[in-house]
């Protein structure tokens, strides 16, 4: 469900939509922002329909969004706002690996990228960089990527989770947090046969024998890189 907060006079301040499940850092982010004096927060939502609709309706200058929401995923949601609206700023604010997130999330129409670990006034700076018309993703990420760019160039060859889709990356972490197909399908609005047809892909394209190895492979790479 969308939550619109008290609205802050004309033009005084920039304003920020949330878009973040977990009730506790949604509030917290709220805080946050609230306690600058060129920022508000005009709506908060827990999953994408919800704040797609309310974003339409507030029309925002910037949405705060997480990667990993119930229903819709934020790389979805990303890719509808921007299909609808060429002006709204877009901050991804996530806990996932930003080095095998931030292309997808730049290639969905994304305008920045931060990890919710760091301070928060880093969130503060990347949203106030994002909103004066910059890309932002950490120093590390991003001499990380030209190197990445540039071995692309002579190697070809990615690694095997460069090559999921957005979809399987999203039914990968749900496996590693221990869901089970029918699970995952409820969650994400499918028929439970495209899940299973997507898991039978991911253990091709990452070279594993079986579901339970693939499983494995997915709580690993949560415990390890996602959460």
Not at 149 to 158: A, N, Q, Y
Not at 197 to 226: I, P, T, Y
Request: aromatic residues 4%; glycine residues 6%.
């Amino acid at each position: 469900m969308a939550k619109n907060l008290k609205a802050q006079p004309p033009g005084s301040r920039r304003k920020i939509f949330i878009v973040e499940d977990h009730p506790v850092f949604r509030e917290g982010l709220v805080q946050i922002i609230s306690g600058e004096k060129d920022l508000s927060v005009c709506g908060e939502a827990g999953d994408a329909e919800h704040a797609f609709q309310a974003i339409a309706r507030l029309k925002p200058d910037l949405v705060l969004v997480d990667i990993t929401l119930p229903g819709k995923s934020g790389l979805e949601l990303i890719k509808e706002l921007r299909s609808r609206n060429r002006k709204v700023r877009i901050l991804v604010v996530s806990m996932h690996d930003e080095a095998l997130y931030v292309d997808r999330v730049l290639r969905a129409g994304g305008d920045g990228y931060i990890m919710k670990q760091v301070d928060p006034e880093e969130i503060v700076h990347a949203i106030r960089d994002v909103l004066g018309g910059h890309i932002y993703v950490s120093e590390e990420v991003l001499a990380s990527t030209a190197k990445v760019s540039l071995k692309r160039i002579s190697e070809p060859e990615t690694r095997p989770l460069d090559q999921l889709t957005d979809l399987e990356l999203n039914i990968l972490e749900l496996l590693g947090r221990g869901k089970n197909s029918q699970e995952i399908a409820r969650q994400l609005h499918f028929d439970v046969r495209k899940i299973i047809a997507h898991c039978a892909q991911m253990r091709r394209q990452l070279r594993l024998k079986s579901d339970n190895a693939l499983v494995r492979f997915a709580a690993f790479w949560v415990e390890d890189g996602v959460s």
